[in-house]
């Protein structure tokens, strides 16, 4: 289970009007911990008017560089993002846990990668092209990024300047919705931008792997496309930074409570829940530290593995079948369907 630790903040940068990023400073004796792979993400906590909050951020830095680097884009409502965008310090502290997260290249012969970002989904994307530019000179990047304008796009500049730097091998399509500047193209990221792109602009080249973040319905639909083309599933990685479909029905019968018997930290604790709640709010509730972050189905800080009973995730944009099938969970989404049920935060 990744763990905290106090980071002080090394640099905020304005990246554009609603979006900072953050450099953190890790101390030697930590940055093995903060040893990271392009494309995963880590957890940060603080205070805000008395209440813990907790956020997931992807690293947007390369391993290469040294740096520990966070983008936060301001949104409606946002506690944390707004409180980051508009009080947050150099030299404040945070809590900052170590990194995590499975969106990472693992096809060691893969030549042609595709990277298809709208909005903040660029952060992780940004990294792996980084990485993958910096250390596979025989390996092409082909980035599809979606915005409102220019300015709204996060790290415009420095995607212009690899783009200039790489040349041949790092190719860039903008797409805006609300700006037509000449050499992008105009609208969302939906299936006429991914035929343009992929069987016009490099018909002759085969994509070996794609990774896409951003919204779930783009990424709905630009999977759909990539499948019609003939891309397999495995060759698709995407991580969404929000859902729509967080509000389906809570797959229980019955009602009455369920025993629960969770081990964090090597530490066993049993209660009892209502059957209709969820394995990580019943616990929290109990006074346990579980591991957790957004806790909509839509990170893996939850994980756990089901050692006793059975359960039900609500919604799943994490665990690949075969991993359900080995009794892992997001215990945010995890509803009991047995008796009893007994899950291991620290196996997994």
Known sequence: MSKFNPLKVKEIRRETPLAVSIVFDVPDHLKADYTFKSGQYVNIKTLINGEEVRRSYSISSSPKSNELRVVVKAVANGVFSTFVTTQLQVGAVLEVAQPEGKFILENPNAKIIAGIAAGSGITPIISLAKDVLENAADTTFILVYGNKTVEDTIYYNEIEALKNHYLGRFFVHYTFTKTHPEGALFGRIERSTINFVFKNKHNEKHIDEYFLCGPEDMIQKVTSVLTENGARDEQIHYELFTTSSTNGEIPVSGEGMVKVTVLVDDVETTFNMPRTENIL????????????????????????????????????????????????????????????????????
Do not use: W
Not at 309 to 327: F, P, Q
């Open 281 to 348: 709010n019943a616990a929290l509730k109990h006074g346990i530290d579980a591991p957790y972050s957004c806790q909509g189905g839509i990170c893996s800080s939850c994980m756990c593995r089901t050692v006793k009973g059975s359960a039900e995730m609500k919604t799943n944009h994490i665990l690949m079948d075969d991993e359900v099938e080995e009794g892992l969970l997001l215990a945010c989404q995890a509803y009991v369907t047995s008796d009893e049920i007994y899950v291991d935060f620290d196996d997994v």
